[in-house]
């Protein structure tokens, strides 16, 4: 009987941290957002900052993240960039909000669109080769991936999105768990 209690405990836990977007009303562009019937497993992608070093999704256990693959050539990129910065920068360390620049783009190209754009919060992370994105069954620019703090893709929107207001933080919010 002990052993059943723990295991029911257990359970219940790992569900309440499990983020729920399906009872989230999706509107305006969060209409694109594709919400899976049950967590999907992410495989530990491994990209580059632009020194060289290997930044992995297992290096943020346990923290909500916002996948976002994009290119500096990539118009609708570009436009919901600055709002995945105030994102990040807004929601005070309850997610990671992590920006792979994917396929050819030079170091000095997105640091010149971030300094234009005043871009501060969000980190610059390579996928040269696009092996992550290959990973991540990513065919097209943008793409973002909500992953819940197991580690797991939530929900999946594919095309430029405005990231600010309602319909996104109800998103977000329920990626956190708020």
Same mark, same amino acid.
């Given at each position: #009987? $002990?052993?059943?209690?723990?295991?029911?405990?257990?359970?219940?836990?790992?569900?309440?941290?499990?983020?729920?977007?399906?009872?989230? +009303? %999706?509107?305006?562009? #969060?209409?694109?957002?594709?919400?899976?019937?049950?967590? @999907?497993?992410? /495989?530990?992608?491994?990209?580059? +900052?632009? @020194?060289?070093?290997?930044? !992995?999704?297992?290096?943020?256990?346990?923290?909500?993240?916002?996948?976002?693959? &994009?290119?500096?050539?990539?118009? /609708?990129? !570009?436009?919901?960039? /600055?709002? *995945?910065?105030? #994102?990040? !920068?807004? $929601? =005070?360390?309850? %997610?990671?909000? %992590?920006?792979?620049?994917?396929?050819?783009?030079?170091?000095?190209?997105?640091?010149?669109?971030?300094?234009?754009?005043?871009?501060?919060? *969000?980190?610059?992370? *390579?996928? /040269?080769?696009?092996?992550?994105? $290959?990973? #991540?069954?990513? %065919?097209?620019?943008?793409?973002?991936?909500?992953? =819940?703090?197991?580690? !797991? @893709?939530?929900? $999946?929107?594919?095309?430029?999105?405005? &990231?600010?207001?309602?319909?996104? =933080?109800?998103?977000? =919010?329920?990626?956190?768990?708020?």
């Amino acid at each position: #009987m $002990r052993l059943f209690a723990v295991a029911l405990y257990l359970a219940i836990g790992a569900a309440a941290n499990a983020a729920d977007l399906t009872g989230v +009303t %999706l509107e305006g562009d #969060m209409r694109k957002l594709v919400v899976h019937s049950a967590p @999907e497993a992410v /495989p530990d992608l491994v990209v580059t +900052t632009p @020194e060289g070093d290997e930044v !992995r999704l297992s290096d943020y256990a346990g923290t909500p993240l916002v996948l976002n693959f &994009w290119a500096t050539w990539c118009a /609708p990129c !570009r436009e919901e960039m /600055p709002d *995945l910065d105030a #994102m990040q !920068r807004d $929601r =005070d360390g309850a %997610l990671e909000v %992590l920006t792979i620049a994917t396929g050819r783009n030079s170091v000095e190209g997105i640091e010149e669109f971030f300094a234009d754009e005043s871009i501060t919060d *969000l980190p610059v992370l *390579l996928d /040269p080769k696009q092996v992550a994105a $290959r990973q #991540m069954a990513v %065919l097209g620019l943008p793409v973002t991936v909500l992953v =819940d703090a197991e580690g !797991r @893709e939530v929900a $999946r929107l594919t095309g430029g999105a405005h &990231w600010k207001g309602e319909a996104a =933080d109800a998103v977000i =919010d329920a990626l956190v768990g708020e």
